[in-house]
């Protein structure tokens, strides 16, 4: 019994698409929605689970095949807002919920100890999400990378213990963040983990909702980066293995955010092993060095001595991509010669 009801609490916070109707209370029209019917999310969704327990007190949720998530907004009324939320499976079928909510007083989620998928335009850090007693406090207001642009959300975190039994306790961490000018959720992160004080047992469950694509902003152009590569001349009989390159990112982006599998060179030779991250904005990154010759030399032209503009791309987990560049000194010396260096 015990399992099946925690796996409906995740599921009920994460997919928030509650069919219960509370009776309407005053709205504070001062909180307007800064959405409007026809805007549209899509989210990309994921979660890990672990146990070292051998009884499993959380069954691993059933959501292999689910690939995303899109919230549509089907109307907006005063500060009341309808929408859909649909659900992609990546074998093409698809399920329909629908919700709404008053951004002003928290209908129907404010008896419950969460906020749901839209708030009031235009929150920030200290105000309540909705004029309810039961709402959270809204802890920070930040600035990051969202669906392919830089955007302020409003973010907050709850966290709370549980007792279960004399052996099991609960541990639970909801954040969850929505873009400052439209009230739009962005991301939603949950964790759950359940303890075996007396064995040392633990299970863990965490489930994330990250906006991928909207209407609601545009993306941003491709991010600038500064690259420098660490070899400045490149001679072609060298035995060298590798093209080392440091990649500092812009102002406010940061190094976690980069998916390390998406770096290449010219859109032609990718990234060897891990990107090294140092600090918040620098990353390290290896190329095999044969295979930039090759791609470079197609452009030297039997010629000795070449510059060559070596481009690094590379994307965000959110999607949005960089891109910066360093020119090297290519050299092809006469075949008598001897190796270089």
Known sequence: MLKKVVVAVFIIVFIMNSSYLADLVKADVSRLPGVKAGDWAMYDFTYDYSSNDPNMPM??????????????ISSVVSTNVSYTMMVHYRNGTETTTYDWIDVSSGDPHNGAPWPGLVLAANLTAGEKTYLSKYSPTINTTKTGIYAGSRRQVNCVCISQSL???????LFDERNLCWDKTSGLCATANETLAMKNREKAYTTMLNFRLTIVETN??????????????LSRVF????????????IEL???????????????????????????IIGKRWLLVRFN????????????????FTIVTL???????????????DQILIIRPPKHS???T
């Open 311 to 325: 481009t690094v791309t590379g994307k965000f987990k959110d999607g949005s991509s960089f891109e910066g560049s």
């Open 216 to 229: 609601v902003w545009k993306s941003a152009s491709t991010v600038p980066a500064e690259v420098i590569i």
């Open 163 to 169: 007792t279960l039994s004399n052996q099991q306790q």
């Open 250 to 276: 812009s102002k406010d982006y940061k190094a976690i955010d980069v998916d390390g599998t998406s770096v290449m060179i010219n859109n032609a030779v990718s990234i060897t092993g891990k990107a090294v």
């Open 289 to 304: 060095r044969s295979d930039v010759i090759s791609d470079a030399l197609s452009a030297m032209r039997q010629r000795r």
């Open 235 to 246: 001679n072609v009989r060298s035995d060298s293995r590798w093209v080392l390159a440091f």
């Open 59 to 72: 069954e691993p949720p059933q959501f292999e095949g689910l690939e995303y998530y899109r919230l549509e």
């Open 338 to 340: 001897p190796h270089g």
